[in-house]
Each structure stands twice: as C-alpha cells, then as structure tokens.
C-alpha cells in the first residue's frame, strides 16, 4: 500500500517538466518525524509574552520586567509566542485571504513570477532543485520592498488594477511588521542592557528583510515527508504569523526532543535567527525547528524575516562579554553582507551548519 501512495502524482508541486511523485518528496529515514503535526504538550511549550501597554513611545511601569522576560524566552528556547502585538487583526485576515487567493490559482498563472534560477525570489512549488529532501510546500519570497511585491503582483495578476488588493495587503503587513520587529529589537536591548536603538540603527534599510510564504497541501505520506526540514534561520529575527493547524516543531535544546507548538489566535511566533545569536554571543539563542505536514489540512504559513543592511558588522558589543574565562568571544566579527553572500552559494541550510562557520575556536 505505501509503495502504491508513493507513486501518487502530485500535481499541486508539480510545476514544469515532468510530474513529481510522492516518492520524491519522501526524506531520508533519520528526517521521518515522530510526533504528529497536532502533538501539543500544554506543560512544554514556548514562553507567552505580551506587549500590553509598551507599543507606544512612553511605556508602562512593566517595561523593565517585560524586556527581562523577553530576554530570558529567547535564552532559554530561543523562540516564544507574541500577544497583544498592536498588529491588527484586519491587516492579518486580509493578508491570509490574499495569499490563500494567489496560491489558489492555476499553476501556469502562479508561474508567471516564478522564481530566477540566481535569486530565491518570486514563486516556486517546492525546491526541486534540491534534488532530494524536497519540501512538501508551495513557497513565495519577496524582498520588503513596495516596489518589488507590486513587480511581482503584476506578472501574475496583471498591469492594470487586478494586482493591487494583493499588493496592498502584502504591503501594508509588511510596514506593521517593520514597526513590531523595531519595538522587539528595543525590548531585546534594553533587558540585555544596551542602548535601545543598538540592533535598530542597523535596520534603516530593507535591503535583505524578506518574507516567506509556505502553503502546504494535504500530504498522503506525512510521516516521511516534510514542509520544512530541521534548519535554523540565518536572518537577524523571525516573525511567524501560522494559521490554527499547527505544524511548527522546535528542537528543545537540553533534552534534544522536538516540541510541537500550540497555535494560539491572533499572535505570532518571535524566533531568534543566526545573526542575533552571534551579536549577543550566544546569549540569545537561534535554534533549529521545522515544519511537519497532514493528511487532512492545508498549512499556511508565513515568516517575516529581518535583516540589517549589508554593510553591518555583527560584533557581539563588550557589555555582553567575560573576558575571564566564562563567556569569551565565541565568534569572529562578520558584516551581514557576507553572510548573505556565503549563504547564497550554500542555497540549502541544513540544521545549525550556516552560523557555524564563525565560530572561534575554544
């Protein structure tokens, strides 16, 4: 019977050339996930925070507490859950509608904004590139950049005004993104005790932030494919807005057991990406989580990814330093330009392998 599912046609991934098979989409054993995507433990789960009163300019008596507690989420799992986040639920509800809309079109109209084969923007149904180890997803990338969504918009949707509802709600998600990721940025500073703006005075350009939208269809064999293998994100910080299906596994770091994340309404997953884990040196943690699949329900998800402008030198400030023995420098200085240039010739990140390569020696 499974040999019989693995050669099931998967037209939805299937995007030029010849028809893909289940079975291209099936890992390698030591990949297959144990846990189902709707495994929830309430009693291991990431840390909630809320931004209740300190999303404007004079926040409240809690703020000191609020930082600290944000700063241990991210020490402790590297990842915690995002309430109360000011985004609003308008601008959310729209931008689902959108992207469930343009991955609901016809496979050669999506094709239209394809993907270049230098550059991981535009569309693409899975990565068959990769040439094993596929994804089970549909995936869009777009630079944070009015002018490149409208770009792409435009090629699918057409040149008049049938590509603006799309363009309007990716942009105006993608500008209330920016705002939340500049006030994380100040929390996170402030409970380490840095000037607020030491990580934001390197985000004044767009360059490098992105956005990535994974929709993952129904899967007939989920517990040998993924939609996401195990990586942690290289950027700077993630924002992860996820539907109510569930999917998002996170590595927990002192017993090695994945823990599956629960979904909670109108919030969003805040995980610390590469470069962040070098500029506190370790302090904050990026940690390697992936995206499992089901029989039964589509998946969407969507990850804002931040990143500073090229020229940003990712140096882990003194303050967070122990020139003693305890906490010496754990890696190299390295601007973020580079960085992106390594990890565009390395085209796939596999577990914790992108960081890595700065590592000092101990």
């Known amino acids: 019977m499974a040999l019989e599912i693995e050669d099931l046609p998967v037209e939805s991934l299937s995007s030029s050339g010849p028809k893909l098979c289940v079975k291209n989409f099936v890992w390698s054993e030591n990949e297959w996930p144990k846990m189902n995507y709707d495994d929830f433990s309430d009693g291991d789960d990431i840390p909630t925070i809320s931004l209740e009163g300190n999303l404007s300019e004079k926040p409240c008596q809690d703020y000191d507490k609020a930082c600290q507690e944000m700063v241990t989420a991210c020490e402790k799992w590297g990842f915690f859950k995002l309430v109360d986040h000011g985004v609003a639920v308008e601008t959310v509800e729209n931008l689902k509608v959108q992207l469930n809309g343009l991955f609901d079109l016809p496979m050669d109209q999506k094709l239209k904004g394809a993907r270049s084969t230098t550059l991981p923007l535009g569309y693409c149904a899975s990565n068959p590139e990769y040439g094993q180890n596929l994804p089970w997803a549909e995936i869009l990338q777009l630079l944070q950049s009015p002018q490149h969504v409208v770009a792409f918009a435009r090629k699918v949707f057409g040149d008049q005004h049938q590509h603006q509802p799309f363009s309007n709600a990716m942009v105006e998600y993608m500008h209330a993104l920016d705002k939340l ?43 040998k494919c993924l939609g996401v293998g195990s990586h942690s994100d290289p950027h700077t910080l993630t924002i992860l807005l996820q539907d109510d299906v569930g999917g998002l596994q996170v590595l927990k770091g002192d017993d090695d057991q994945w823990i599956g994340i629960r979904p909670v309404p109108n919030s969003f997953v805040i995980n610390v990406g590469d470069t962040l884990e070098a500029w506190s040196n370790g302090r904050l943690r990026s940690v390697v989580h992936r995206a499992v699949v089901n029989k039964e329900k589509q998946r969407l998800s969507v990850a804002y990814f931040l990143s500073p402008t090229s020229s940003a030198i990712i140096e882990c400030p003194p303050q967070l330093l122990d020139y003693s023995s305890s906490n010496p420098r754990k890696y190299v200085s390295f601007s973020w330009g580079d960085f992106r240039k390594e990890l565009l010739g390395q085209k796939r990140v596999v577990g914790k392998t992108a960081l890595n390569r700065y590592l000092i020696p101990h």
């Open 181 to 223: 990721g500049r006030r994380i940025f100040e929390m996170l500073a402030h409970g380490m005790g840095l000037p607020h703006d030491f990580f934001t005075k390197n985000f004044e350009e767009k360059e490098a932030t992105m956005i990535r939208i994974n929709r993952y269809p129904p899967c007939p064999l989920p517990e």
